[in-house]
């Protein structure tokens, strides 16, 4: 099981809350970074040259987010070699086809909806921890890509 933060990118404090709530019960509270926008996301995972770089074990992003949204964050995740290996959870209350289809089309690997109740939620992010730090065998990095 890698060290690798788990990064959220989410603007609504309530969720927020809740996510950190979850992760605490899961045992990962103090693996959880919070970014509240795409451009801060983007400006983490994919800074300037020469500036130090995030590099989570996860990423849990949100459809709709302030100033760049999440489907366009997770396309400039995808077109650039530092950030395409990372896997991207999208963790959205929309059930909205488009938006399933758009997720995956641009490079999603999973689409999860957020659950109504805690203790679902909660059994979600222990499910979504256990696979993607347990189970799933990351893909290592390319050297090419810094």
Same mark, same amino acid.
């Given at each position: 099981? $890698?060290?690798?933060?788990?990064? /959220?990118?989410? #603007?609504? &404090? #309530? #969720?927020?809350? &809740? $996510?950190?709530? %979850?992760?605490?019960?899961?045992? /990962? +509270?103090?693996?959880? /970074?919070? &970014?509240? #926008? +795409?451009?801060?996301?983007?400006?983490?995972?994919?800074?300037?040259? +020469? %500036?130090?770089? &995030?590099?989570?074990?996860?990423?849990?992003l949100d459809i709709n987010l302030p100033k760049i949204g999440g489907l366009e964050v997770l396309r400039h995740i995808r077109a650039d070699g530092r950030t395409r290996h990372i896997p991207v959870i999208v963790l959205t209350t929309s059930a909205e086809r488009r938006d399933i289809r758009d997720s995956y089309r641009f490079g999603a690997n999973?689409?999860?909806?957020?659950?109504?109740?805690?203790?679902?939620? $909660?059994? $979600?992010?222990?499910?979504?921890?256990?696979?993607w730090l347990a189970v799933n065998q990351p893909c290592p990095p390319d050297p090419a890509c810094p």
């Open positions: 099981m $890698t060290d690798a933060p788990i990064l /959220l990118v989410e #603007d609504r &404090l #309530d #969720d927020v809350l &809740l $996510t950190r709530r %979850a992760f605490a019960k899961a045992g /990962l +509270g103090d693996r959880l /970074l919070v &970014l509240s #926008d +795409g451009e801060e996301c983007l400006a983490a995972l994919l800074p300037a040259v +020469g %500036a130090p770089r &995030l590099s989570p074990a996860f990423v849990l999973s689409f999860v909806r957020k659950p109504v109740s805690y203790a679902e939620f $909660t059994e $979600t992010v222990r499910v979504l921890s256990a696979y």
